[in-house]
């Protein structure tokens, strides 16, 4: 199964893996999973890490580095992923989540997050 990783749970995965839940730790485990994580995130963290946010402390080089020599795979985002936000129904404003959202409709993947209000998306939206 693809699984694109929330940017949470990819901070998590690299640097504090006792936060994951076990069905997260058992998902990101199974060698039989594809893992990807999307630039989006990347950027995500490097504003938000900029900005002070304590959450989001991560050099986004680091992250990335360590994500790829971990088996992870990049998604980037294209035009197709930026039209599809605009079918998203209102349920979060933050524009990061939305994209991760809009993504795995598009790649026809699984998100998997541990925000309870990005589970409420439609599509394949796994809250771990």
Sequence with gaps: M???????????AAGQ???????????????????LFSAGSIWEVAIKG????????A???LLRRGLLDNGY????INSEHAVTVDLLPPIHK?????????????????????DQTVAQYPGSVRKV
């Excluded at 795979?73 to 980037?76: M, R, S």
């Design 94 to 114: 933050d524009p990061f989540d939305r994209i991760l959202v809009a993504q795995a409709l598009v790649e026809g993947v699984t998100l998997l997050t541990s």
């Design 50 to 57: 900029r900005l002070g946010r304590h959450d989001f402390h």
């Design 2 to 12: 693809k699984l694109l990783l929330d940017t949470r749970l990819l901070l998590w």
């Design 17 to 35: 893996p006792d936060q994951l839940s076990a069905d997260a730790r058992k998902l990101i485990t199974d060698l039989e999973n594809e893992l």
């Design 73 to 76: 795979t990049e998604l980037a």
């Design 59 to 61: 050099d986004p080089r």
